[in-house]
């Protein structure tokens, strides 16, 4: 008696689809009724923002942002000081209508962690030349 031949676990490719339509599962009869055509779906629509108008700037909401989280992580003043200046002149531009309000929550948010950034890096370098100051002083004062 011979051994059964071997099946294939998986379904054989099935025919090729003719040239321009696109390989893959496709209703025998066409799409149902509300279902978009074989081929490839369209695509999401498109957000176009509208142009801003003349004498309004574009904001830069995500560059305070991005200065003040860098400042805040890397305990150095001078990103925060950036960003706290950035954002205070562009929220006043802002309250003006002279910049996009777009950005008015990322340049709040930017401008407060640089207000943090800028009080704790100030904090950080004077502890870190204190404990270096402080010996020395010491020693002076011992030695004299």
Same mark, same amino acid.
């Given at each position: 008696m011979q051994p059964p031949p071997p099946q294939r676990p998986y379904p054989q490719p099935g025919p090729v689809p003719p040239p321009g339509q696109a390989p893959g599962y496709h209703y025998p009869h066409g799409a149902p009724q509300g279902h978009p055509p074989q081929g490839h779906p369209p695509g999401p629509p498109q957000m176009v923002k509208? *142009? &801003? *108008?003349? @004498? %309004?700037?574009?904001?830069? @909401?995500?560059? %305070? &942002? %991005? &200065?003040? #989280?860098? @400042?805040?992580m890397s305990f150095i003043p001078f990103?925060? %000081? #950036?960003?706290?200046?950035? @954002?205070? #002149?562009?929220l006043k531009k802002m309250a003006a209508g002279q910049m996009d309000r777009e950005g008015f929550f990322f340049t709040r948010v930017g401008r407060i962690c640089g207000i943090i950034s800028t009080v704790l890096g100030t904090l950080w370098i004077g502890a870190v030349l204190s404990m270096i100051l402080l010996p020395l002083v010491m020693m002076f004062v011992r030695s004299s």
């Open positions: 509208a *142009p &801003l *108008p003349p @004498g %309004v700037e574009a904001h830069r @909401g995500i560059t %305070v &942002l %991005v &200065l003040g #989280a860098i @400042g805040v990103f925060g %000081v #950036a960003a706290w200046v950035m @954002g205070s #002149a562009d």
